[in-house]
């Protein structure tokens, strides 16, 4: 039977704004807030990362909210799934070998790990290519469809049968990073928050 996100945190419906809250309450350790290292867009785009942030998920009629910790070393991701008190309900990890879904339903494995997510959780991350686009940067492995802002920002983008939307940058110049996305596909909504990056994931 597949466990939906809802039974995984058992805490449908609450706001990003509750989420937050209760992140900023808990006694969590959060990464330091750093600057993207000086480099031109082809060495940003495949240098390894850690980011700290929050998801709220929209899929055939239902929402969900989480809190994130991503950690990106190509080519290897490792997804934290968070409650709002800080608590991990399930870890994601690719490879090129494999990936695997652990939560409270047990250990899950397969070749896909973007497959594996719709099984277990019923949505997924496009880990394919949500490593650029977080970055404010198309992915290079395929065509891409680019609207950019008065600056050169990007300010929506359509690749791989997504829409990703830049809501919000980090500040005004034009190279910030994005720090409030949506990303459409079919059916799902994906809005994505960025608190913190480290670019020196450990």
Not at 7 to 22: D, G, K, M, N, Y
Not at 108 to 124: I, K, R, S, T
């Amino acid at each position: 039977m597949k466990l939906t996100f809802a039974r995984l945190l058992a805490i449908p419906r609450l706001s990003l704004l509750q989420v937050s809250l209760a992140v900023l309450v808990s006694g969590c350790a959060l990464l330091p807030s750093r600057q993207p290292p000086a480099m031109r867009p082809l060495e940003i785009s495949s240098a390894p990362f850690a980011m700290n942030g929050r998801i709220a998920v929209a899929h055939q009629e239902k929402r969900y909210t989480a809190g994130l910790r991503w950690t990106h070393r190509p080519p290897s991701d490792e997804i934290l799934i968070l409650a709002p008190l800080g608590q991990t309900v399930a870890r994601v990890y690719r490879d090129d070998h494999k990936a695997t879904l652990d939560d409270s339903g047990g250990h899950h494995q397969a070749d896909d790990a973007e497959a594996l997510m719709e099984q277990v959780l019923g949505w997924h991350l496009p880990l394919s290519g949500l490593h650029q686009w977080v970055l404010g940067l198309p992915d290079g492995g395929g065509p891409a469809q680019i609207e950019r802002d008065g600056i050169g920002r990007i300010g929506s983008l359509r690749q791989a049968n997504w829409e990703i939307r830049y809501l919000r940058y980090e500040g005004d110049s034009p190279d910030s990073l994005p720090s409030r996305l949506q990303l459409n596909h079919e059916d799902l909504q994906l809005q994505l928050l960025i608190d913190e990056w480290d670019w020196n994931p450990q």
